[in-house]
């Protein structure tokens, strides 16, 4: 019930498009928090908090953008982001400044750890740098165990069906300059779609430089390794280099997002379409020896081409497909072609069930390009 009517909950009255009774709705809130809930965070706890961002600084090395929930984050701490760790050798506040400490609620960039931590990523800090250590090899651990895992396929009765089937798939790794840029690549390029025979499937993303590690995790399964932003490493590149690791380096997401693209459609099966050549009507059968029967024709329409694939019709009714046009003549000549109002004698190799009145029709099959 509202305080006017004897409550004791206040409602304000807001539009965000009118920009009206915002600066009450804030006042409210601090008064409800100040009077009412007493939110004030315990400043003493062991610091912990959330990983905003994570980029890789050409000047500072790994940078850390995190929010501080609870405790207080001084310089010195040592500390353990996801599976990165360190000992904090600087806090930045937003516009750049050193500070000493960030108090709850505070945001600030950590520089000093040795890699590049993920967005989402919790934080917390313990009382050794050996301690963090530990807890992020750990973490190192179990993350390279998740993804083996995933490789691995399994396949049960339920879906021996599915599996069965042809299913082509392109594995990718992407690493990049910061966590931001790699999630836009991934998601742009999982939003690609060509067919359902044809997947794309991301096994590892992380941000920072292209290391050994990544090269040899490629190594595995036929994976194609992107660099956004970002090169490989002087190992990386030698075993790349050795083992024909495809690592591709882009600073444009489009760029990327095309080459995957045609990568992927690439990997399509070519569709054919049959595309009729020509007809020819049977007026007579030739027996030849050591050849078989010749079908003395007119060629009613279209070209009758040597080598060409052919199928016999007889009354309407196919008597016989995935036949060759082995041999073709004009009288005594060999032919290449015959074209529309011409005779000819056509062998059909070693398919002799030839009658008068028959009509052999004449096809390729040529591929659809695909759009």
């Not at 804030?26 to 004030?40: E, K, N, Q, W, Y």
């Not at 050409?58 to 760790?85: E, F, H, N």
């Not at 007889?314 to 074209?339: C, H, I, M, Y």
Request: some cysteine.
């Amino acid at each position: 019930m509202a305080e006017e009517y004897g409550g004791d909950t206040m409602f304000v009255d807001v539009s965000a498009i009118n920009r009206q009774g915002l600066d009450e709705l804030l006042t409210a809130i601090l008064l409800t928090a100040d009077a009412s809930l007493d939110l004030r965070a315990n400043t003493e706890q062991d610091p912990q908090g959330v990983v905003i961002e994570g980029k890789l600084d050409k000047g500072r090395g790994p940078v850390a953008t995190v929010l501080v929930q609870r405790g207080t984050l001084r310089q010195g701490d040592s500390i353990v982001a996801g599976d990165a760790y360190g000992r904090v050798r600087s806090l930045l506040d937003e516009h750049g400044n050193k500070l000493k400490e960030a108090l709850p609620a505070r945001p600030v960039q950590v520089v000093g750890l040795t890699s590049v931590p993920r967005a989402g990523d919790t934080f917390l800090v313990v009382e050794e740098d050996r301690v963090a250590r530990q807890i992020a090899d750990r973490r190192q651990a179990r993350i390279r165990n998740a993804q083996n895992a995933s490789m691995r396929k399994r396949i049960s009765l339920e879906d021996l069906d599915a599996a069965l089937k042809e299913t082509r798939q392109l594995n990718l790794i992407i690493k990049g300059d910061n966590s931001g840029t790699v999630e836009a690549l991934e998601e742009a390029l999982m939003k690609i779609e060509v067919d359902d025979d044809i997947s794309l499937r991301v096994i590892h993303r992380g941000v920072g430089g292209i290391t050994k590690s990544d090269i040899d995790l490629a190594l595995a399964d036929d994976v194609i390794v992107l660099g956004f932003n970002v090169r490989a490493e002087g190992q990386a590149t030698e075993l790349a280099n050795r083992e024909g690791v495809d690592v591709r380096y882009y600073t444009v997401i489009y760029q990327a997002i095309d080459e995957i693209e045609a990568a992927l459609k690439g990997m399509l099966k070519p569709v054919y379409e049959e595309v009729q050549l020509g007809t020819a009507e049977v007026r007579e059968v030739f027996r030849v020896p050591k050849i078989g029967n010749v079908a003395g024709s007119l060629v009613r329409s279209g070209t009758i081409v040597r080598n060409s694939k052919a199928r016999l019709m007889r009354d309407g009714a196919v008597v016989a497909d995935n036949l060759s046009v082995e041999s073709l003549r004009r009288f005594k000549d060999d032919a290449t072609e015959v074209r529309e109002g011409y005779e000819c004698g056509i062998g059909l190799g070693s398919f002799n069930d030839i009658k008068v009145d028959d009509v052999i029709e004449t096809f390729e099959m040529r591929e659809i390009p695909r759009t």
